[in-house]
Structure formats: structure tokens, C-alpha cells
T-cell receptor
């Protein structure tokens, strides 16, 4: 069965600092990987996705993520965090070639200090 | 493009009554829609997969008679929580897939059962 682990429940960074949110997955085949962001009381917005090709993917709002097959990881990064980035971040994995049956991690709450 | 709406955004109902939540794909035809439930500080739990014109597929542990799902058209799916109880209070999120390998999420519906 596929699973996603986000080991950090809560991360606090200062505005302007760099950010890395960790995501590890377990999946039998080549996965389809996603990062979503959720603001309080809102739905999920797709930040970026990895399907194939270049393992470093660029997303919206200055985010990027790197797929490392050897480490089963898909960590999300941003070089300089803005106060508006404070939100909940979810990593998700799905079967290759499909957005069905996504499995979500437990989420990482990001707090940004002024 | 690829906008999914939900209505209502918030609903309060009395215990024992039923409440219907609508999920619409506004600018694309959704062959498949998903319904998720999210508890506070928790990840998304897939409740059911809804395919247009056919019966929904429920995840293990989700009561199909309590959570009625109808996907009558390519742009509309509804979730009806029947005989709601306080433990059904939650944040319900729908998503939709068109022709791309991506789920588009609605903004969610906050249900409170008193």
C-alpha cells in the first residue's frame, strides 16, 4: 500500500529565511507526486507536481521540489519565505499516470515569524 | 481555468436532519469527483469516488447509507449527510478530475451539527 510521511508536524521560520518541508513516500512503482497548500478554512491549491523527467520541479509562488528516488523523498523548498506562505502543506502520492487515489501525508503547519 | 466550487461554504444543522453539499466543476467536465473529509489538524481522508452516471465507490469504513453521493452530470456531484449527528461535524472537501492528470479541489464546506 502506498503511504506518505511528513515527519514535521509544525515548522516555524523567520520571514526571508529558507524553507524545506520533508516528504517521504512508500510506493511500489513510479509515483506521481504532489505538493498542495491549504490556507485556514480553504481547499487545497496545487503548488507543483512531479510525473517524470527533470527531478527538480518548479511550482507556483517560488516553490520547488526535488524527487530523489534513492531516498524516496520529494522535499519542498523555498529560498526566501514570505509571511503569506504561512499555511498547511500537504504532500501526496498517486499511481503513475493518474491523479486518482491520492494518498496524502498528515501535513506540515508552517508559521512565519516577522 | 479548472475551478471547482462548493456550496454551501458553511452549514449548521440540527442533529437528525440531512444536509446536502454541492460540488461543481465550473469550466471543465469532470468524469470523476472525489469527496474527502478533514478533521481538525488532520490530513484528508478519502470518503468516496464518484463517477458520472454510476454509483459511487466508498472507502472502507464509510457508511454509504449515511453519506449519499450523486454524480448526475459531468459538472455536478452532491454529498448528502443523512440523519446528521455531532460526530459528522467536519470539513468536507471535493475534488474533480477532467482530462488532465490532476485533481482540482473545491474550497471546502464546514459542517457543524448541533
Amino acid at each position: 500500500a502506498q503511504s506518505v510521511t511528513q515527519p514535521d508536524i509544525h515548522i516555524t521560520v523567520s520571514e526571508g529565511a529558507s524553507l524545506e518541508l520533508r516528504c517521504n513516500y512508500s510506493y511500489g512503482a513510479t509515483p506521481y507526486l504532489f505538493w498542495y497548500v491549504q490556507s485556514p478554512g480553504q481547499g487545497l491549491q496545487l503548488l507543483l507536481k512531479y510525473f517524470s523527467g527533470d527531478t527538480l520541479v518548479q511550482g507556483i509562488k517560488g516553490f520547488e521540489a526535488e524527487f530523489k528516488r534513492s531516498q524516496s523523498s520529494f522535499n519542498l523548498r523555498k529560498p526566501s519565505v514570505h509571511w503569506s506562505d504561512a499555511a498547511e502543506y500537504f504532500c501526496a502520492v498517486g499511481p503513475s499516470g493518474s491523479a486518482r487515489q491520492l494518498t496524502f501525508g498528515s501535513g506540515t503547519q508552517l508559521t512565519v515569524l516577522p | 481555468g479548472a475551478v471547482v466550487s462548493q456550496h454551501p461554504s458553511r452549514v449548521i444543522c440540527k442533529s437528525g436532519t440531512s444536509v446536502k453539499i454541492e460540488c461543481r466543476s465550473l469550466d471543465f467536465q469532470a468524469t470523476t469527483m472525489f469527496w474527502y473529509r478533514q478533521f481538525p489538524k488532520k490530513s484528508l481522508m478519502l470518503m468516496a469516488t464518484s463517477n458520472e452516471g454510476s454509483k459511487a465507490t466508498y472507502e472502507q469504513g464509510v457508511e454509504k447509507d449515511k453519506f449519499l453521493i450523486n454524480h448526475a452530470s459531468l459538472t455536478l456531484s452532491t454529498l448528502t449527510v443523512t440523519s446528521a449527528h455531532p460526530e459528522d461535524s467536519s470539513f468536507y472537501i471535493c475534488s474533480a478530475i477532467g482530462t488532465s492528470y490532476e485533481q482540482y479541489f473545491g474550497p471546502g464546506t464546514r459542517l457543524t451539527v448541533t
